[in-house]
Structures are given as structure tokens and as C-alpha cells.
């Protein structure tokens, strides 16, 4: 086997041309129709009329981005088929995210999470995480687009300029002038490519091969699909422990807290559409996990006794599906050009969402509260729709100033995707410390945060060992250009032992690992604050809707007549309590 030569026909470049034509087509017609996006509940929220459909797709598409599924098909490729064991953790952890966390948001309904905190501890608890979602998503859309686009340069003959520009440049607008609504469908045009593109991989495979039972048998001779791991050590990069638990605390902290998740479920009327909504996510999710794992047993299936790393025929695992791409389908027209859409599209899907949700939290939390400071009122309806607007322009051009510096900052790549990964995790650990407890106040909850976030980074920027990946052959290959940094040896596969532990660690108990220090860290820390003020529990006035459902019907705690009172339920349940009828439906105990 030779290495290709890189290009695209005329027909795979009008596919890509109609794809971001399509795009921008959907933004212009939310722009026109409708309210033509002059509120900012339209604009942001959709209306609150959304179906669930688009939502659930849109849920799917926000965070699975070009960089997953060129890395979850170089991951099966590389270390095997346990990684798909992680689509259960989303399972399990499903039912926690809509019965626990979703329904506080709604009682809120916020069009920034991070109100929450400020009505639960304070706004320095606000500004810091919404400061940490801000950097952390600016930083993950310059990766976005700049990583695929560089692993397509290398392939496909598209220049990385034009891609990262192309990719930019229509996200943008139709993110600016179709809103909410025109990100939520474009979503669902796009999940489809991304799907198509995929089965494009799977189908080449399956031509060659026959049968997925011959793929499969391939793929078991070289080590591949074996997913019975349940060793329990942390330091087992991935095993049914790692992936489980790893991989629902990060889902957690995606679609149970994160800002770009919960502005989509409020873009439905109501919770129960909303948590539906994320029912029928978990299904499309499997679905595309499920191929594109799949879609890495089939390129190695091609490549098992030729690997193209090692032969020196690309440069990394990045690349292993574009060039299995153009080397397969390379010689029927538009078929590449399908694959590019379909990548195309996972950025476009990933970088729109963090457009508008970015937007977002940059109106309600930083200049509402500094409008209302220095004006001493509230900004328009209109004047906010403007803005917003103009909001999600800049960060589409912040999105591209990004692209074009991570090639200069080398390591950036990789560091951004780990801050990505440890700061999902503390801020979940805040918000629950804020949801599940009545202990948490704000010097400890942020003590708690500080300590995660420290730690997250420590874990992720430390030595790390280097990889042991699965072998892999190039008896069959031609032209052999030898790369010696891809051979497994004793030399290069270094004693774990020589690593300090927590270096060790897999890299998918990071958010573990800083969502527990910021709840014990934060618990504890606020009871000895507590100790040492004497304010008690009893003496905060909590509103029960800042709760989970389960805790916000059992104790409340109210002021009335500058006395302080312990309201326990009887028998109406919480979220229809008001200071003038509590005396008839619950339990006063006077505390003074």
C-alpha cells in the first residue's frame, strides 16, 4: 500500500459549497419570518416554542464536534473498542440531569445559568464561573475549527485559511441574524451530514470487506474489540470504572449545568418537553458514538497490516480518517466532498452553539449588571436585541482570531481540551453544592471551586506517561518512509511507576477528581465558616426554588416580621408556598 495524493474534484467542492449555503439560507429565513428576532427571547431563547425534536438533536450536535469524531475513530483505531462502553455513563446519568438539575433551571428561568449562583451564594460566585465558561469556550472554538481544518489541509488539498474562514465566516452569520431558532435547525441539517459522513467511512469498509462480521474479525485478531475491561485502578486509562464514572461526571457537567445545554432546554415550553428532549438525545448520541467507534474498527481494517502513521504516510492519528477518505473514495465524485460536509458541519454545529450561548452570558452577566451600575436602570428590550446580536458577530470573529493562534502556540491544542475537561468538573461540583446542600455558603463554595479548578490543572498539565497503544504492522506497505517515533519499545513506553500517581491517573477522572475536591473542599470549608461566624442554617433566607426537587419540599426557611421561621411541609408541596398562605399548609416553628 502507497501513500495517496491529496485533492478534491469540482464536484466535492460544490457539495461543501452547498452545505454552507444551506446554512446561511436557514439563518436568512429566521431573520425574516416569525418575529424576525427583534426580542431577546426570541433571539436567545427561541420563542420558548421550539418542538423536541430539533432540541434533542441540537443537544447531540453542540458538543460533538469535528475534533470527536476524528478522535473517537483514532481512538478505536489506536487503543480498541472499550471507549464505547462510555455511552452507558450517559445513560445512567441521564435521569439525574433532567429529574435533579434541569428542573431548578426552569424554575428560574434564567436566560444565564449563572444567576443561579448569584441568587444562591453571591455575584463574586456568578463572575468567577461565568469568567471560567467565557475563556474556556473562547479557547475550545479556536481549536474547533483549526484542528480539523489543519487535518483536512494535509489530505484533501483544502487550504487551512479558506477553511477556517469559510467555517467562520458562515457560523457566524447565520448565527447573528437567524438566532436560536436558526442554531437549532441548522443543528439538525447538520447531525445529518455528520451521520452521513460517518456511514461514508462504515459503507468504503464494507465494500472492501463484504460484511461487518469480516471487519470485526480483523479487527479481533489485532486486539481491538476487546470492552471487558473492568479493572478498578484509577490509573487504567480506560476501563468500565474510568468510562462510567469519568464519563457521566463529564456528561453531567455538559448537560446538566453547562450553560450551552440549558439555554437549548429553555428554548422549549416547558420541563417535561424539556427532559423528553433530553431522553431522545441520548439515542442520536449512541447512534453517532456507536458509528464512529465502529468507523475506526473499519479504517483499521483496511489499514491493519499497513499502518499509515508508522509507514510515515500521514503525521498523526488525526488524519486517519480523511486520508482513509480520499484513499477509498477519493476516485468517485462527491463522495470526499460529502465526508468534508459532514466535517464541516460538526465544527459549524459545535462553534454556533458556543456563538450564541457566549452572547448570552456576556449580556446577562457582565454588561446588564455594569449598564444598571453606572445608568442606575435597566437597558431597553430593543437596546439589548441590538447588542446581543452584535455580541455574537464578535465572538464569531474572536472564533477565527483563535483559529489562526493555536497554530502559533503549539501545546494550546491540547491544553485548551484539558481546561476544557477540568473546569467542567468544579463547576459542576458548585452548582451542586449550591442545589443538594443547605450547608454551602459563598466563601466556602469558591474556597471549594478554587481548590477543583487548582487541581483539574494539576492533573491535566502534569508528565504525563506516553501512551502504550495497540501494535500495529507495515509488512504490506510501499514506499516505506519509516517513522521511528511511532514504534512501541521498551525505551519510549516508560514505568508508570517513574510518574507520580496523580500524573498517572486517567485522564477521564480530571473532572472526577475536581468535582469531588470542590464538594467536600466547599462543604467542609463552609460549615467551619459557619463554626466560626455562628450563622446558622436556620438563619439564611432560602428561596426553595434554588433547590432540587426532593429538598425544596422538605425544609424551607423564611423571614416574616423580622423573626426568622422553619417552615416544614405538611402537605402542600413546596413550589406553591407564598408569605401570605405558609401558615395554612405548613409547620411554623418559630427559631428566635
Known amino acids: 500500500m502507497a501513500s495517496v495524493s491529496a485533492g478534491l474534484n469540482i464536484w466535492d467542492y460544490i457539495i461543501v459549497a452547498i452545505v454552507l449555503l444551506i446554512s446561511s439560507a436557514i439563518g436568512i429565513y429566521y431573520r425574516f419570518t416569525g418575529g424576525k428576532q427583534k426580542t431577546i427571547q426570541e433571539y436567545l431563547l427561541a420563542d420558548k416554542n421550539m418542538s423536541i425534536a430539533p432540541v434533542a438533536f441540537s443537544l447531540m450536535a453542540s458538543f460533538m464536534s469535528a475534533i470527536t469524531i476524528l478522535g473517537v475513530s483514532s481512538e478505536n483505531y489506536s487503543f480498541g473498542f472499550q471507549f464505547i462502553v462510555i455511552n452507558i455513563s450517559h445513560l445512567l446519568f441521564t435521569p439525574i440531569a433532567a429529574y435533579l438539575y434541569i428542573p431548578v433551571f426552569f424554575k428560574l428561568q434564567a436566560t444565564s445559568v449563572y444567576q443561579y449562583l448569584e441568587l444562591r451564594f453571591g455575584k463574586t460566585s456568578r463572575l468567577a464561573a461565568s469568567i471560567s465558561y467565557t475563556i474556556q469556550m473562547v479557547l475550545y472554538m479556536g481549536v474547533v475549527v483549526y484542528a480539523p481544518a489543519l487535518a483536512l489541509e494535509a489530505l484533501t488539498g483544502i487550504n487551512r485559511v479558506s477553511a477556517v474562514l469559510s467555517m467562520g ?70 476501563s468500565w470504572f474510568t468510562l462510567i464514572l469519568g464519563g457521566g461526571i463529564t456528561y453531567l457537567s455538559l448537560y446538566g449545568v453547562n450553560q450551552t445545554q440549558i439555554q437549548r432546554y429553555l428554548t422549549v415550553r416547558d420541563l417535561r418537553r424539556a427532559q423528553k428532549a433530553l431522553w431522545w438525545n441520548w439515542p442520536i ?153 443547605l450547608m454551602a455558603n459563598e466563601a466556602g463554595s469558591l474556597t471549594g471551586l478554587t481548590c477543583g479548578i487548582v487541581l483539574g490543572l494539576w492533573m491535566g498539565f502534569g508528565p504525563k506517561p506516553p501512551l502504550t497503544r495497540l501494535p500495529t504492522r507495515t509488512d504490506s506497505c510501499e514506499n516505506l518512509a519509516f517513522n521511528s517515533t511511532m514504534i512501541l519499545s521498551k525505551s519510549i513506553t516508560k514505568q508508570n511507576r517513574d510518574y ?49 426537587p426532593c429538598l425544596s419540599k422538605s425544609v424551607l426557611v423564611r423571614k416574616k416580621d423580622n423573626k426568622t421561621f422553619m417552615l416544614v411541609q405538611t402537605s402542600e408541596p413546596c413550589d406553591v408556598i407564598n408569605d401570605d398562605n405558609f401558615q395554612e399548609k405548613y409547620t411554623k416553628v418559630d427559631l428566635d
Open 285 to 437: 448520541l449512541f447512534c453517532l458514538g456507536l458509528s464512529t467507534a465502529f468507523s475506526g474498527l473499519a479504517i483499521y481494517s483496511r489499514y491493519h497490516d499497513c499502518d499509515p502513521i508508522r509507514a510515515g504516510y500521514i503525521n498523526n492519528t488525526d488524519q486517519l480518517m480523511p486520508y482513509f477518505v480520499v484513499d477509498t473514495m477519493g476516485h468517485i465524485p462527491g463522495l470526499s466532498g460529502l465526508f468534508v460536509a459532514g466535517i464541516f458541519s460538526a465544527s459549524l454545529s459545535t462553534i454556533s452553539a458556543a456563538l450564541n450561548c457566549l452572547a448570552a452570558v456576556t449580556m446577562e452577566d457582565y454588561y446588564k449588571p455594569l449598564y444598571r451600575y453606572f445608568r442606575k436602570k435597566s437597558p431597553s428590550s430593543k437596546r439589548v436585541a441590538i447588542q446581543t446580536k452584535f455580541l455574537a458577530l464578535l465572538y464569531g470573529v474572536i472564533c477565527i482570531a483563535m483559529a489562526f493562534i493555536v497554530q502559533h502556540l503549539g501545546s494550546i491544542l491540547s491544553a485548551s481540551l484539558t481546561i476544557f475537561g477540568v473546569v467542567g468538573g468544579p463547576l459542576l461540583g458548585l452548582f451542586t453544592l449550591g442545589m443538594f446542600t
Open 169 to 238: 465566516i458562515v457560523c457566524s452569520f447565520y448565527s447573528t441574524i437567524g438566532g436560536m431558532k436558526a442554531v437549532l435547525i441548522t443543528d439538525v441539517f447538520q447531525s445529518i451530514l455528520m451521520f452521513l459522513s460517518v456511514f461514508s467511512v462504515i459503507g468504503a469498509a464494507l465494500v472492501q470487506h463484504g460484511s461487518v462480521g469480516e471487519i470485526w474479525r480483523i479487527a479481533s485478531e489485532g486486539n481491538r474489540t476487546n470492552i471487558w475491561n473492568f479493572n478498578p485502578d484509577p490509573t487504567e486509562r480506560h
Open 500 to 548: 507520580m500517581w496523580l500524573y498517572r491517573v486517567s485522564y477521564l477522572y480530571n473532572g472526577v477528581f475536581g468535582f469531588l475536591a470542590t464538594l467536600i473542599i466547599g462543604y467542609s470549608a463552609s460549615f467551619i465558616i459557619r463554626r466560626i461566624t455562628g450563622r446558622t442554617i436556620e438563619q439564611e433566607n432560602y428561596d426553595h426554588n434554588l433547590f432540587i
